[in-house]
């Protein structure tokens, strides 16, 4: 309750509440369904309404449609209730300015900078109201429909929705578009969001989409911001495989803004290739789909993404939504007459080691010993290979990857990586 009152009060003295005809400033909120979401949405409408903001509950719907209908209806703020793909559990909140973009660092710190102060509340007519708005859902699913060039009559789809956000809208939004649509991983109870479904594990969508015969799978993550595939024959399609399949097609259509697609350091170097060999920029960033969009939008491109599924399509979209993304992609598939199988295999992707080395001092990742480690493996990988060094944000702990030609080498060369750093980095 406090932090929403620190939000409203810090986008208040920004400027941020424009005139909108309302006599006071107008919050949409929506929440993924997590039990714990029931009470800390009842807390955020009444922080916001307390401040004298207008409220309009959403009901369950997944980030990308609260950020959505913070622009298409005209509010000043927008509240998602989501821990994301994180067990039930946990929860989260996430704040959209107007237009339905996330907000900067710079006004999140002041928020929290200013959570818990004294302010004189308002009182009678000036304190906010707060009423339903349920029936919002089939705007945002008219919305994504709006989007996409043709149907897809003739396409049998297993859709998991992690027991999350999407339970209701993907099915629905899919089956408008014309799909054949089996729908897993859709019977949220609150407890059980991505528990064994969505996106971070996908073993029942392969096993479900091998058993029915169906042309590929979609799973959503908890707050559907995000999407992965599976094809007919139960592999995986990534994020940077679906950046790849969708940066060709419309690079084909000449809607690929500056012919250059954007993504991060994380993407694996086969997406990278596979883009210089059909003539595709790519624009690397750090971490966080925030930084793909900050690039995006900074310099007019309109297609970006990570490797984890966060597709950002900006001619339609302010942020990752892992409905858009997918109804695009079985686009591609419907219109081309080919299989995601088929259109996937444009990209092969380098053998790629993670290790997470924990217990170091963090700050100490461009130690002098690392650093000639790290050249001495850039050499011997050559042009086939890839070195990353990455502290973590907040532990301490040194992520190393290491891409090469082969998983033997891949393995090998970042085990050593790994053990400098535990030497070096104490």
């Not at 993550?221 to 595939?229: I, K, Q």
Request: hydrophobic residues 45%.
């Amino acid at each position: 309750m406090d932090l929403s009152v620190a939000a409203a009060h810090v986008l208040g003295d920004a400027g941020a509440f424009a005139a909108t005809g309302h006599k006071r400033p107008v919050a949409v909120v929506g929440r993924d369904p997590r039990a714990s979401g029931e009470f800390l949405e009842a807390a955020v409408v009444a922080g916001l309404a307390s401040s004298g903001v207008d409220v309009l509950r959403l009901g369950v719907l997944p980030t990308p449609a609260v950020a959505h209908l913070t622009a298409a209806l005209g509010a000043d703020l927008g509240v998602m209730l989501s821990a994301s793909h994180n067990p039930a559990p946990d929860n989260g909140i996430k704040f959209v300015a107007r237009g339905g973009f996330k907000l900067s660092d710079t006004v999140e710190d002041e928020i929290e900078r200013r959570l818990g102060e004294r302010w004189d509340r308002p009182v009678g007519s000036g304190v906010g109201r707060v009423r339903e708005a349920y029936g919002e859902a089939d705007r945002y699913i008219s919305h994504l429909l709006d989007t996409v060039e043709g149907r897809l009559d003739g396409l049998n789809i297993v859709v998991d929705c992690a027991n999350g956000a999407a339970s209701v809208v993907a099915p629905e939004a899919l089956l408008r578009a014309g799909a054949q649509v089996e729908a897993i991983g859709a019977r949220p109870d609150g407890l059980n969001i991505n528990a064994g479904c969505g996106s971070t594990h996908l073993d029942k969508l392969q096993q479900v989409v091998i058993s029915r015969g169906a042309d590929l799978g979609i799973a959503y993550d908890g707050d559907a911001d995000r999407c992965l595939a599976v094809d007919h024959k139960g592999e995986v399609i990534d994020g940077d495989q679906i950046m790849a399949i969708l940066a060709l097609a419309m690079h084909a259509e000449g809607r690929l803004a500056k012919n250059t697609v954007v993504a991060t350091v994380m993407s694996n170097l086969g997406f990278k290739l596979a883009m210089r060999e059909a003539g595709i920029n790519v624009i690397q960033t750090a971490v966080g789909d925030r930084y793909v969009l900050e690039a995006m939008k900074a310099d007019g491109y309109n297609l970006g993404g990570e490797q984890s599924g966060h597709v950002i399509l900006l001619d339609h979209a302010t942020t990752g939504d892992g409905l858009l993304t997918s109804l695009h992609l079985l686009s591609v598939v419907a219109r081309s007459g080919r299989s995601l199988h088929d259109l996937a295999s444009v990209m092969t992707a380098l053998p790629q080691i993670l290790i997470n080395v924990k217990d170091v001092d963090r700050g100490k990742a461009a130690a002098p010993q690392l650093s000639e480690a790290v050249a001495a493996a850039e050499a011997e990988l050559g042009e086939t290979g890839r070195v990353l060094i990455r502290p973590s944000g907040t532990e301490p702990m040194i992520r190393v990857m290491v891409e090469a030609s082969s998983e033997e080498q891949a393995s090998r060369v970042a085990g050593q990586l790994a053990d400098v750093v535990r030497t070096a980095c104490v």
